[in-house]
């Protein structure tokens, strides 16, 4: 009896605290003469399913709304926050939960959510999830703000899949809308270097190595944002190196090294600068006159 004397303060105190921790934001679908109120389970080409909050369920066709108001799922929340940290094997794990169960949902965090997952599979090797979801985003969300990350995407899965010629006339493709402007905008600088190292890349692979310092130049030049700018110098350099300009590959060199330290390609360009100065090394002592 003790013991079931202490248990019930125990219970009360327990539902108390549900009581007051905050419920579940309530999703509101609208069409022109009916709103749905509830939680929206997924979304397909039929429409909106919605587990109405006075019980059953419903779809409203997606042509009919007029206004969503739809929470995002906790994994969703996480995801995106993962991907913004640069924790992209949690933006993946919890992006791909449910990404696919909301396609085509007018809101902000399904769009970004999509193309955050699209990145973070593509960087992981999924290359038939990224291709999905890219693809999926632009045909759902075409006028979207980060449709060129999408489009960017594809080209890279292309590149990444060693499909050098189909990858270099996406990026060409891209590349049309920086070319025609001086000076993009600062939320498009990254895009533009992308595409310009992604140029670079496929030039190397067929073997052009003149085109590919000019893709890595329009970087250097142009469009000087991490990580891409550490990366064009570093492969500038090895294109410069090949071609004897060694002191113009060592300048870039010296640049990542000194001011990128942190960069992936910063250790890579401490050796390349060894081989190059041993190289020097090499060509003043043939270069001196044998004493007889």
């Known amino acids: 009896m003790r013991q079931q004397g202490l248990l019930v303060p125990v219970l009360v105190a327990a539902g108390l605290m549900l009581s007051s921790m905050p419920a579940w934001p309530e999703d509101v679908v609208v069409t022109k003469s009916q709103t749905f109120r509830g939680r929206v389970v997924s979304v397909d080409a039929a429409g909106i399913r919605v587990q109405l909050a006075q ?4 779809t409203v ?17 996480r995801g995106i926050a993962a991907y913004e940290k640069g924790d992209l094997r949690d933006a993946q ?6 990404m696919m169960q909301y396609l085509g949902l007018d809101t902000e965090w399904a769009a970004k959510g999509m193309v955050y997952f699209g990145r973070a599979s593509l960087r992981a090797g999924d290359y038939d999830k990224a291709d999905k979801a890219f693809k999926a985003f632009l045909q759902t969300y075409p006028e979207h703000p980060l449709s060129m990350s999408a489009s960017v995407g ?3 899965i292309e590149l990444a899949m060693k ?19 001086l000076k993009p905008a600062k ?11 992604g140029i670079g890349q496929c030039q190397e692979a067929l073997a052009r190595p003149a085109d590919a310092l000019d893709g890595y130049l329009h970087v250097i030049g142009l469009y000087p944002v991490e990580p891409f700018y550490s990366e064009a110098l570093y492969r500038g350099a090895g294109l410069l190196a090949a071609s004897n300009q060694n002191a113009k590959a060592e300048g870039m060199l010296n640049e990542l090294i000194e001011n990128y330290p942190a960069s992936p390609f910063a250790a890579k360009a401490i050796e390349m600068r060894k081989t190059l100065g041993a190289r020097r090394a090499d060509q003043e002592a043939a270069a001196k006159p044998v004493k007889p």
Request: glycine share 6%; net charge negative; no cysteine.
């Open 55 to 58: 019980g059953g369920e419903v």
């Open 61 to 77: 066709p997606r042509a009919g709304v007029v206004q969503l108001t739809v929470a995002p799922p906790p994994s969703v929340v």
């Open 154 to 156: 594809l080209a890279e």
């Open 187 to 197: 939320d498009q600088l990254a895009y533009a270097a992308e595409i310009y190292i």
């Open 93 to 98: 794990l919890n992006l791909g939960k449910v």
């Open 163 to 181: 499909n050098y010629a189909p990858a270099l006339a996406k990026f060409q493709e891209l590349a049309q809308l920086y070319d025609k402007q």
